[in-house]
């Protein structure tokens, strides 16, 4: 027995010794296989207990931050909802311009006065590394929410539990990522993560959002097969998921080089139609047309499923890091 779980002042269960207890969750290079697969495990127990009791209390009396400095729909309301079912409590700061930000506030201050009325902050920051420099100030986790084209690894996390959940496995899986894959954080982290296993990764993109070029070198150097198209037709009929991210138009300097590769790819039922019947279809979300909603109700189409699988491992990442799991 660890001394926190022998301390009678503490809750039952309390593992504040267990190896995430404080940390914060910046990159997915934090993770080993095994990581990966006891926070899948506790992942599934979240989602048995929300299945059988809906909400319980592992964290009452915990309180989250969700500060947003770019907008989000699923990142900001999952997190929510994943510790209102645990049984805690959220501050919401989705619009910075009513914060004291908007008086010029400091990241560095932001963090270290939110974190005075909480236990965890989650952030989301248009700048590459300010999650990693937001933990450097704090004394509480910091759970990255997406740093600008950097990383976003909460949402690699529930992309990987999704391939898990829907497959059966990764090892042995062919997996193409197609879109915006300079800008697309959510590939940079999922390719990423996807290298510590037996994975073929195709990459299909206009020239100027080719994957940089480091992550690509990454990958090589941990022997991963990898392929780059600009048509999804060379990849299509051998791909097990096929990974469709949006434009990002809002990380383009100029506005005529969006125009020119907004609508590149449009996936619909005959863009499928040398796919493998179980092919799976996934995004993180939101979509701006890359996806017709005629494929809504095809089974392959994973992308609402794949929301809800990101509740239940952001509830396994807040009972993590708060010294509950
Ligand atoms: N996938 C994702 O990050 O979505 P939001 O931008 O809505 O949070």
Redesign the pocket.
Known sequence: MTKALSNPHLPFGDQRSAPWYGKSILTVKQFSQDDLKYIFGVAHEMREMVERVGTFDLLKGKILVNLFYE??????ASFTAAMERLGGSVIPINEVKYSSVAKGESLPDTIRSLECYSDVIVLRHPEVGASALAAQYARKPIIN??DGIGE?PT?ALLDLFTIIEEKGNVDGLTITMLGDLKNGR?VHSLSRLLSLYDVKLNFVSPEILRLPGEIISELEDKGIPVQEYALLDKAISESDVLYVTRVQKERFEDPQDYENVKGTYIINSQSLASAREDLILMH???RVGEISMELDDDPRAAYFRQMEYGMYVRMALLAMVLGKA
């Not at 907008?71 to 900001?76: A, E, F, K, N, Y």
Request: no cysteine; proline share 21%; hydrophobic share 15%.
């Open positions: 907008p989000s729909t699923r990142t900001s929410a997406g976003h949402q959510t993180p979300l939101p």
